[in-house]
Protein backbone atom coordinates (compact mmCIF):
# COMPACT_ATOMS: atom_id res chain seq x y z
CA UNK A 1 0.00 0.00 0.00
CA UNK A 2 1.07 3.66 -1.01
CA UNK A 3 0.88 6.59 0.85
CA UNK A 4 -0.21 8.40 -2.01
CA UNK A 5 -3.50 5.90 -2.19
CA UNK A 6 -5.98 8.20 -0.68
CA UNK A 7 -8.56 4.97 -0.15
CA UNK A 8 -5.56 2.46 0.79
CA UNK A 9 -2.95 4.12 2.29
CA UNK A 10 -1.32 2.92 5.36
CA UNK A 11 -2.36 4.27 9.11
CA UNK A 12 1.20 4.90 9.70
CA UNK A 13 4.98 4.32 8.70
CA UNK A 14 6.54 1.72 10.34
CA UNK A 15 9.83 1.80 12.24
CA UNK A 16 12.66 -0.39 11.20
CA UNK A 17 14.45 -2.48 13.88
CA UNK A 18 18.03 -2.02 13.51
CA UNK A 19 18.42 -5.91 14.37
CA UNK A 20 20.33 -9.10 13.10
CA UNK A 21 16.94 -11.18 11.75
CA UNK A 22 18.52 -14.80 12.28
CA UNK A 23 14.89 -15.52 11.82
CA UNK A 24 14.98 -14.53 8.22
CA UNK A 25 18.66 -15.02 7.63
CA UNK A 26 19.03 -18.61 9.25
CA UNK A 27 22.56 -17.99 9.65
CA UNK A 28 23.19 -17.66 5.73
CA UNK A 29 25.25 -14.46 5.16
CA UNK A 30 24.77 -12.97 2.38
CA UNK A 31 21.28 -11.95 -0.02
CA UNK A 32 21.71 -11.49 -3.60
CA UNK A 33 19.34 -8.99 -6.34
CA UNK A 34 19.73 -8.07 -9.99
CA UNK A 35 20.11 -4.22 -9.77
CA UNK A 36 19.88 -1.19 -11.91
CA UNK A 37 22.80 1.06 -10.74
CA UNK A 38 21.84 4.76 -9.93
CA UNK A 39 24.84 6.94 -10.88
CA UNK A 40 22.89 9.91 -12.67
CA UNK A 41 23.87 13.03 -10.34
CA UNK A 42 20.72 14.79 -11.08
CA UNK A 43 19.09 11.36 -9.96
CA UNK A 44 21.74 11.56 -6.72
CA UNK A 45 20.94 15.29 -5.91
CA UNK A 46 16.93 14.42 -6.12
CA UNK A 47 17.59 11.61 -4.01
CA UNK A 48 19.76 13.81 -0.99
CA UNK A 49 17.04 16.79 -1.15
CA UNK A 50 14.30 13.63 -0.09
CA UNK A 51 16.07 12.67 2.97
CA UNK A 52 16.82 15.78 3.83
CA UNK A 53 13.42 16.71 3.44
CA UNK A 54 11.91 13.20 5.48
CA UNK A 55 14.93 14.17 7.99
CA UNK A 56 14.80 12.40 11.13
CA UNK A 57 11.55 10.42 10.26
CA UNK A 58 14.56 8.33 8.87
CA UNK A 59 17.57 6.34 10.23
CA UNK A 60 20.47 8.00 9.69
CA UNK A 61 22.66 4.98 8.60
CA UNK A 62 21.29 3.68 5.42
CA UNK A 63 24.73 2.69 3.50
CA UNK A 64 22.91 1.18 0.74
CA UNK A 65 23.98 2.66 -3.00
CA UNK A 66 21.43 4.01 -5.00
CA UNK A 67 19.95 1.29 -7.36
CA UNK A 68 16.59 0.17 -8.81
CA UNK A 69 15.87 -3.52 -7.97
CA UNK A 70 15.37 -5.70 -10.85
CA UNK A 71 15.15 -9.22 -9.68
CA UNK A 72 14.80 -10.23 -6.19
CA UNK A 73 16.97 -13.76 -5.91
CA UNK A 74 17.54 -14.97 -2.28
CA UNK A 75 20.22 -16.61 -0.56
CA UNK A 76 23.37 -17.62 -2.90
CA UNK A 77 24.18 -21.46 -1.93
CA UNK A 78 25.78 -24.42 -3.60
CA UNK A 79 22.49 -26.39 -3.43
CA UNK A 80 18.94 -25.39 -2.42
CA UNK A 81 18.09 -26.09 0.90
CA UNK A 82 15.50 -23.56 1.82
CA UNK A 83 12.62 -22.04 -0.68
CA UNK A 84 14.85 -18.44 -0.84
CA UNK A 85 18.05 -20.54 -1.73
CA UNK A 86 19.86 -19.43 -4.81
CA UNK A 87 22.26 -21.77 -6.44
CA UNK A 88 24.95 -20.91 -8.29
CA UNK A 89 23.73 -22.72 -11.81
CA UNK A 90 20.79 -20.72 -11.13
CA UNK A 91 22.99 -17.43 -11.66
CA UNK A 92 24.70 -18.91 -14.14
CA UNK A 93 21.59 -19.58 -16.29
CA UNK A 94 20.34 -15.99 -15.54
CA UNK A 95 23.74 -14.53 -17.03
CA UNK A 96 23.28 -16.52 -20.09
CA UNK A 97 19.86 -15.68 -20.77
CA UNK A 98 20.40 -12.15 -19.78
CA UNK A 99 23.15 -12.28 -22.70
CA UNK A 100 21.67 -14.14 -25.52
CA UNK A 101 18.67 -11.08 -25.00
CA UNK A 102 21.17 -9.01 -26.58
CA UNK A 103 19.33 -6.16 -24.40
CA UNK A 104 19.82 -2.59 -25.41
CA UNK A 105 20.42 0.57 -23.28
CA UNK A 106 17.34 2.09 -22.22
CA UNK A 107 16.34 4.83 -20.27
CA UNK A 108 14.12 5.23 -17.02
CA UNK A 109 12.04 8.22 -15.84
CA UNK A 110 12.73 9.34 -11.97
CA UNK A 111 9.33 11.05 -10.58
CA UNK A 112 8.14 12.31 -7.35
CA UNK A 113 8.36 11.13 -3.51
CA UNK A 114 6.01 8.70 -2.86
CA UNK A 115 6.25 5.73 0.41
CA UNK A 116 5.72 2.47 1.07
CA UNK A 117 4.57 1.90 4.81
CA UNK A 118 8.30 0.88 5.70
CA UNK A 119 10.18 3.24 2.90
CA UNK A 120 9.73 6.32 1.30
CA UNK A 121 10.95 6.23 -2.40
CA UNK A 122 11.20 8.29 -5.72
CA UNK A 123 8.75 6.83 -8.36
CA UNK A 124 10.45 4.93 -11.25
CA UNK A 125 8.49 4.69 -14.86
CA UNK A 126 9.58 2.81 -17.66
CA UNK A 127 8.24 4.47 -20.89
CA UNK A 128 9.93 1.73 -23.38
CA UNK A 129 8.66 -1.34 -21.43
CA UNK A 130 12.18 -2.32 -21.07
CA UNK A 131 12.14 -3.86 -17.29
CA UNK A 132 9.37 -6.56 -18.11
CA UNK A 133 11.70 -8.32 -21.07
CA UNK A 134 14.67 -8.37 -18.81
CA UNK A 135 12.52 -9.69 -16.10
CA UNK A 136 10.90 -11.91 -17.69
CA UNK A 137 14.39 -13.54 -18.75
CA UNK A 138 15.75 -13.95 -15.17
CA UNK A 139 12.29 -15.81 -13.87
CA UNK A 140 12.85 -18.20 -16.83
CA UNK A 141 15.48 -19.81 -14.41
CA UNK A 142 14.66 -18.64 -10.46
CA UNK A 143 11.27 -17.92 -9.16
CA UNK A 144 11.47 -14.18 -7.11
CA UNK A 145 11.33 -14.00 -4.20
CA UNK A 146 8.64 -11.83 -3.90
CA UNK A 147 5.54 -10.92 -1.26
CA UNK A 148 4.06 -7.92 -3.71
CA UNK A 149 3.60 -7.52 -7.06
CA UNK A 150 6.88 -5.94 -8.39
CA UNK A 151 6.70 -2.14 -8.72
CA UNK A 152 10.41 -0.13 -9.83
CA UNK A 153 10.76 2.60 -7.47
CA UNK A 154 13.92 4.31 -5.65
CA UNK A 155 14.66 3.79 -2.37
CA UNK A 156 14.95 7.13 -0.08
CA UNK A 157 15.64 5.55 3.13
CA UNK A 158 13.90 3.13 6.09
CA UNK A 159 11.62 4.73 8.78
CA UNK A 160 13.19 5.32 11.91
CA UNK A 161 9.71 5.85 13.60
CA UNK A 162 6.19 5.40 12.91
CA UNK A 163 4.73 9.03 11.55
CA UNK A 164 0.90 9.17 11.32
CA UNK A 165 -0.75 8.79 8.05
CA UNK A 166 -1.68 12.51 7.88
CA UNK A 167 1.61 13.75 8.58
CA UNK A 168 3.35 11.90 6.09
CA UNK A 169 0.98 12.63 3.25
CA UNK A 170 1.75 16.47 4.36
CA UNK A 171 5.03 16.05 4.40
CA UNK A 172 5.24 13.93 1.24
CA UNK A 173 3.26 16.66 -0.60
CA UNK A 174 5.38 19.15 0.08
CA UNK A 175 8.09 17.49 -1.64
CA UNK A 176 7.62 19.83 -4.98
CA UNK A 177 10.56 18.36 -7.20
CA UNK A 178 8.11 15.89 -9.48
CA UNK A 179 9.83 16.93 -12.73
CA UNK A 180 10.67 13.65 -14.74
CA UNK A 181 14.33 12.89 -14.44
CA UNK A 182 15.85 10.70 -17.07
CA UNK A 183 18.00 7.66 -15.47
CA UNK A 184 20.07 6.19 -18.00
CA UNK A 185 20.67 2.48 -17.85
CA UNK A 186 23.81 0.68 -19.32
CA UNK A 187 24.72 -2.07 -17.80
CA UNK A 188 22.57 -4.15 -15.05
CA UNK A 189 24.64 -5.83 -11.61
CA UNK A 190 23.87 -8.70 -9.81
CA UNK A 191 25.04 -7.66 -6.37
CA UNK A 192 24.58 -8.99 -2.76
CA UNK A 193 24.82 -7.53 0.79
CA UNK A 194 25.57 -8.63 4.22
CA UNK A 195 22.46 -10.23 5.29
CA UNK A 196 22.95 -9.20 8.91
CA UNK A 197 22.74 -5.55 7.71
CA UNK A 198 19.25 -4.91 6.69
CA UNK A 199 20.75 -1.44 5.04
CA UNK A 200 24.20 -2.09 4.54
CA UNK A 201 26.27 -1.64 1.19
CA UNK A 202 25.62 -3.67 -1.95
CA UNK A 203 28.91 -5.17 -3.44
CA UNK A 204 28.63 -6.10 -7.39
CA UNK A 205 29.54 -9.20 -8.34
CA UNK A 206 28.88 -9.68 -11.58
CA UNK A 207 28.05 -7.02 -14.67
CA UNK A 208 26.10 -7.35 -17.62
CA UNK A 209 26.74 -4.53 -19.89
CA UNK A 210 23.88 -3.66 -22.26
CA UNK A 211 24.16 -3.02 -26.14
CA UNK A 212 24.70 0.29 -27.06
CA UNK A 213 22.08 2.17 -29.30
CA UNK A 214 22.70 2.64 -33.17
CA UNK A 215 23.02 6.06 -32.49
CA UNK A 216 25.11 5.53 -29.51
Do not use: K
Request: aromatic share 8%; charged share 20%; glycine share 6%.
Amino acid sequence: MLFSDPLQAPAQSIACERRDYPEWHRGRTRYGVWTLPVDCPRVLARLERARAHLGAWLHGDYRRQAHVTLFVCGFPAEAARFDDDFPGERLAAQIDALSALRAGRFELQIGNLDSYASAPFLTVSDPDQRLEALRSALGQHSAEIRQAPYHPHLTVGLYARAVPRQALQQRLGGFADAEPLALPIHELHYSTYAASELAGPLHVEHRLALCPSPRS
